[in-house]
Nanobody, 124 residues
Framework: VQLQASGGGLVQAGGSLRLSCAASGRSIGTYTMGWFRQAPGKEREFVAAIGWSGVSTYYADSVKGRFTISRDNAKNTVYLQMNSLKPEDTAVYYC??????????????????WGQGTLVTVSS
């Protein structure tokens, strides 16, 4: 599975962005999908995850209520809608895929495939 993240950019605090993660090579319809982020000088951290059917979703406490993860299996794409952005959301955002269908992981080690990342910069 190849993952291509896009949609990053520069936005003012309080603004919104929508990230997309397009998969190719095979269908991600049975994969759990996740978003992680890595700020300069920090470890990569979990942001959000969604189960294969779209019913189960999990969020980091820091983004709960502001970010929404969704997926369109017909388009082989996962999204991350980010609202009320804060300067501390500035990071490179990565999408990831886990081929174990019956878990929705929140750690890096649970994901098998990674995209190249897209930079989100939130100015104050």
């Amino acid at each position: 599975v190849q993952l291509q993240a896009s949609g990053g950019g520069l936005v003012q605090a309080g603004g919104s962005l929508r990230l997309s993660c397009a998969a190719s090579g095979r269908s991600i319809g049975t994969y759990t999908m996740g978003w992680f982020r890595q700020a300069p000088g920090k470890e990569r951290e979990f942001v959000a995850a969604i189960g294969w059917s779209g019913v189960s979703t999990y969020y980091a406490d820091s983004v709960k209520g502001r970010f929404t993860i969704s997926r369109d299996n017909a388009k082989n794409t996962v999204y991350l809608q980010m609202n009320s952005l804060k300067p501390e959301d500035t990071a490179v955002y990565y999408c990831a895929a886990d081929n174990l269908r019956f878990r929705v992981g929140t750690t890096r080690e649970e994901y098998d495939y990674w995209g190249q990342g897209t930079l989100v910069t939130v100015s104050s």
